[in-house]
Nanobody, 128 residues
Framework: QVQLVESGGGSVQAGGSLTLSCAASGYIYNNYCMGWFRQAPGKEREGVAAISTTGGRTWYARSVSSRFTISKDNAKNTRYLQMNSLKPKDTAIYSC?????????????????????WGQGTQVTVSS
């Protein structure tokens, strides 16, 4: 059973924008933190952004913090990743995942994904 469904990837030129969506079952949406991860060819997967179950806390990787915004729509059980000012180095497969919130000094620091709660991944390609 598919728990997380992503959409919104594509190809854009540098400086462009894309919005990724991650629709989740109600159980996952209401009980788990959700994060966006990406993996570029030949590189390890890295966390990009995370949001708490209530949406009150967010976290961003330093490389995207001024350009990406994570948000949620409770009516649609969907979380979004708005990506602005895209750069070629943002090219990767982006995946959403749900799991436990990780905190550091009281602030959301990332998500520890549950191995069963991953989306299928969506390709984002940014050309120069």
């Amino acid at each position: 059973q598919v728990q997380l469904v992503e959409s919104g990837g594509g190809s854009v030129q540098a400086g462009g924008s894309l919005t990724l969506s991650c629709a989740a079952s109600g159980y996952i949406y209401n009980n788990y933190c959700m994060g966006w991860f990406r993996q570029a060819p030949g590189k390890e997967r890295e966390g990009v952004a995370a949001i708490s179950t209530t949406g009150g806390r967010t976290w961003y990787a330093r490389s995207v913090s001024s350009r990406f915004t994570i948000s949620k729509d409770n009516a649609k059980n969907t979380r979004y990743l708005q990506m602005n000012s895209l750069k070629p180095k943002d090219t990767a497969i982006y995946s959403c995942a749900a799991g436990s919130c990780l905190f550091r000094y009281g602030m959301l620091a990332s998500v520890s994904p549950n191995k069963d709660f991953w989306g299928q991944g969506t390709q984002v390609t940014v050309s120069s």
